[in-house]
């Protein structure tokens, strides 16, 4: 199996995520992580990055809320790739609606005695990075030597607001051995952002620092930024702002007193046109809103709710590699998200705008959706919110195809959930696994939660329209209901009739409905049990193992399959015919080894785990993220090759594996510790102190061989 979907963006025209930082070349070898004693458990404390080498080119840390997303350099002070939830442009060449770069709204120049600090990076040096993903926050320490002036020593502390996610906060300190006059030159400036200002102005009356309106290019979006700047240690002089062809900046100036530290705070309000129909005045509220609550009590905040975040976190006693993984997988999925979400999950997040644009996958539900949902399952509802606003364009789709029901998008907009594929990948017409991906996304979220009010709300109208699109798919010949002219996950084989990953999830998806409209009290349709049960599966009787498809090339890499997907959401496959499936195809795998994207191996250890195969689970498990994993900052890539990463779908099947493939943990009408745990070898014991089953808090303990406990928490 090629998996080769997301080898169509080589090539993009479009900025990558580096592509924002300027003029330095910079390099991290060193990471640090927290000095702290271990747990009572035995687990390390939550990861510190530190870096301290800086000599060569590195993929920049990154900060988000789910609503922003930044990226700042070794100099956090100058420009840096910035995305805002639901501030998008018509993609050129694709023309498709992307994700858009948005302005850096925390730019701020130095300036003493005529010497710029980002005018002239020769004379800043860049002393220590960290990244402490406990609490969200990063810390820059700099070294600026003006040549006519004192060296000024600066830490510069940046975080992402979660308590009030339209907010982005920094905190530059600044200490200098003799008595100086600093100018503080905050900016907005729209250079390299497609489209244009709108307005630089504020209304009259208004308090607010810096303000700016955009339209997106396009014109499909617009965004709003407003800037509130402090210094709570001195007086602080601002100057008029200063408008250019690209922006606006203003200067303040404060007294740096030898021996003394001086703060300048900032907070910056960003704000699209998806969350308030005038952003730029909505942004200049929220960046009041901020400066009324302080700087220390959002910085407070914020690590209240990381702290509280962190509860949710997957230890694992036996596996220091491990552990540093799910650390980073855990910071990073759950930092890309918010209950105020409303523009799905991005593969990226909001990291980047430059691979997938910021549209929504099968990825979502399938590998990130029930690792979410046990940690935050308030986020997890908004994540199906998302697909529920997108319902209406998933069944005008659906129609369009000669369909009933409804028929999800391969690749959903981030504004309003419609088909945004670009039109050279064949994925956006024929890769329509996706709608049952959807539907089982649903259903299991309902499992989890036992949400009365969104079973009815939610997941009913979803399932309700997805088997009816099942349904009406199916075709009715001698062998029973076959799904014809079908691409499965493997994108390198086109066109293909009964791929058994497709067939058996429109099995699962069906029972989920069938189950649901009893729930609901709604009648259930015959033809939905009688297309369940005779849903044609590509079995090789005299093997007794699944095939990837109707007749595949025997013995090739297209013969293998994709049943392990579904393992850790318990297809409806006898143990037998799971294990010599996977025995069949691992042999295929040994015989013609090749690069396996991250999500499917976590996929397969956690089946060979299942099947008792834990020395094979625990290469698999590595193999799935060290060669993708991306230095300083714990980012894994989607492949090796690229130099970019926080690919959101890898981390979120690792936790997925872990919480559910290796405990033996199945989300379930009944006990949910369905299967003793297996655990890779090496692998003493997983722990998670709260996960939330059906509305209550409780604590997850999984020993190898034995039952894993849900304990009260």
Partial sequence: MKLSRRSFVEGSSALVASSCIAGHPFKAVSQVVRSAAPSPSGTSAIPKIVVEDFSKKFDPAYL?????????????????????????????????????????????????????????????????????????????????????????????????????????CQEIQISTPSSAEVQCVSGIDSESVPGKIFMTDPPERTKVDLVSGFVSGGNLSKLGIAVMVGAPDTQLQRQEPFRTETGVTRTSVLKAESGRRVRFQTIAAMVSDLYHPEPALEAIRLAEWGEMLGFEYLRNKNRELWNDLWQARVKVIGDTDAQRVLDAAFFYVHSSLHVSTLTGMPPFGLSQFAYYYGHSFWDTESWSLLPVTLAAPETGRVLLEYRLRGLGWAKRKAALYGYRGAQFPWEAAQTSGFETTPTFAGTGWAEQHVTPDVALGFWEYQLATNNHEFLKEGTWPVLKAVAEWIESRSVATARGFEIQHIMGPDEGVININNDAYVNLICKMALSAAIRCAQMVGESVPSSWTKVRNDLVLPIDKSRNLLLAYDSPPAGSEDSIGATDFLTVHDAPVSSDLLRNTYRYEESLRQAKPGFMIGFAEDAMAATAAFLGEKRRAAELFDESWKSSRLEPFAMIREVPSQDYGCFLTNFGSLLQTTMLGFTGVRINEGDWRKYPASLPTGWSRIEIDRIWVRGEPKRLIAVDGALAKLQSS
Avoid: W
Avoid at 79 to 88: D, I, Y
Avoid at 111 to 129: A, E
């Fill in 64 to 168: 988000s809320n789910g609503l922003i997303g930044i990226r700042p350099g070794p100099n956090p002070l100058a420009k840096a790739m910035t995305c805002v939830s639901g501030f998008v442009f018509a993609h050129i060449p694709y023309q498709v609606e992307s994700l858009s770069p948005a302005p850096y709204p925390l730019e701020t120049d130095i300036v003493v005695n005529q010497s710029s600090l980002l005018k002239r990076p020769d004379l800043l040096h860049f002393r220590r990075q960290s990244l402490d993903m406990a609490s969200g926050e990063l810390i820059t320490e700099l070294t600026f030597a003006p040549e006519n002036g004192p060296t000024l020593q600066i830490e510069v502390l940046q975080f992402a607001s979660r308590s009030t996610p339209s907010l982005l």
